[in-house]
């Protein structure tokens, strides 16, 4: 079956850092991969996808994902975090050929002055 | 503006007490499904349909019951709650075919006492 993880549950950066969350899959074909934000007392909304057409795939609010096969890793980064990027981030994946999505435990991130 | 609407937003209940979540979805969206988070969890499927009065198993789904006689309309029952249900619940709408969004509504947190 297919799993998804993110090591560290919590990653605090400071203000202008870089942000680094790491996402690995478990899949022997390329599934379809998202990244999802989850602001306080809210849905989630998609940051943004892979669905093959480039590995480097840019999202919404500066973020970015890089898809490796050989890694099998969609790593979200944006160069300099804000203070309103404090959220909880899923990465998720659609296994080829459904619309179930397989979520990972999620990564809280807190950004201080 | 297309929306998922959940309602709702919270609810405290007693063991026993038959309860319902509405949700409901205005972009005609075939495919529409039910999560619950947990800390540490991430999200988990708990049912899901691909159409009306088609729906089928997540992969937590004792406890629940679901129907779809709408297309707009998935509610989530527990005719039993129990305090194991404790949780925050999504109802989720995306589009049939591969690779697509989900778009989620804002949230149930329910508490089972």
């Known amino acids: 079956a297919q799993s998804v993880t993110q090591l560290g549950s919590h990653v605090s950066v400071s203000e202008g850092a870089l942000v680094l969350l790491r996402c690995n899959y478990s899949?022997?074909?390329?599934?379809?991969l998202f990244w999802y934000v989850q602001y306080p007392n809210q849905g989630l909304q998609l940051l943004l996808k892979?669905?093959?057409?480039?590995?480097l795939v840019k999202g919404i609010n500066g973020f970015e994902a890089e898809f490796k096969k050989s890694e099998t890793s969609f790593h979200l980064t944006k160069p300099s975090a804000h203070m309103s990027d404090a959220a909880e981030y899923f990465c998720a994946v659609t296994p080829e050929g459904y619309n179930k999505l397989i979520f990972g435990a999620g990564t809280r991130l807190a950004v201080h002055p | 503006e297309a929306q998922v609407t959940q309602n709702p937003r919270y609810l405290i209940t007693v063991t026993g007490k038959k309860l319902t979540v509405t949700c409901s979805q205005n972009m005609n969206h075939e495919y529409m499904s039910w999560y619950r988070q947990d800390p540490g969890l991430g999200l988990r499927q708990i049912y899901y349909s691909m159409n009306v009065e088609v729906t089928d198993k997540g992969d937590v789904p004792e406890g629940y019951k679901v129907s779809r006689k709408e297309k707009r309309n998935f509610p989530l029952i527990l005719e039993s709650p129990s305090p194991n249900q404790t949780s925050l619940y999504f109802c989720a709408s995306t589009p049939l075919g591969a690779g697509t969004e989900a778009f989620f509504g804002q949230g149930t947190r329910l508490t089972v006492v």
């Open positions: 892979y669905t093959s057409a480039a590995t």
């Open positions: 899949s022997s074909v390329p599934p379809y």
